[in-house]
C-alpha cells in the first residue's frame, strides 16, 4: 500500500485501482503468492497483479493505462469490448448477465 500511495502523491495514478503490482519473489513466498491467482489484486485493491519467481524480493507499482469500467472501476483491457455494454469489462459483464466470476479467495 506504500508503494501504491507514493504513486498516488506523485500523481501518477488516483487511486490504487489505476496501477498495477508485480511482486519478485521465490521460495514459499512465491508459492503462497502465485497459489492466490487473480484474486491477488483483490487482496491489494489494485487492478492487476502479476508474481514473478526471482531470487531478489522486489515490489513495483506501475500506473495502467487501460479504460475504466463503468461498474467495477477497475482499468482492464476488455472495457468496451462488448458492442452492448461498451463502459463494461467481462469481469462485470459475466456477473450481470452470465455465470458470475468464480472466486476462490477474495
Request: hydrophobic share 35%; proline share 5%; charged share 25%.
Amino acid at each position: 500500500m506504500r508503494a501504491l500511495e507514493e504513486l498516488r502523491i506523485a500523481g501518477s495514478i488516483g487511486s490504487p485501482l489505476q496501477a498495477e503490482v508485480s511482486l519478485y519473489c521465490d521460495g514459499e513466498k512465491y508459492e503462497i503468492l502465485s497459489s492466490l491467482g487473480d484474486d491477488l489484486r483483490f487482496v491489494l485493491i489494485c487492478s492487476q497483479t502479476w508474481v514473478i519467481r526471482d531470487a531478489n524480493d522486489r515490489l513495483l507499482c506501475a500506473p495502467l493505462t487501460h479504460a475504466k469500467c463503468e461498474r467495477c472501476w477497475h482499468l482492464r483491457p476488455d472495457v468496451g469490448v462488448h458492442p452492448d455494454h461498451p463502459g463494461l469489462c467481462g469481469r462485470c459483464i459475466e456477473n450481470l448477465y452470465g455465470e458470475g466470476e468464480t472466486r476462490a479467495f477474495a
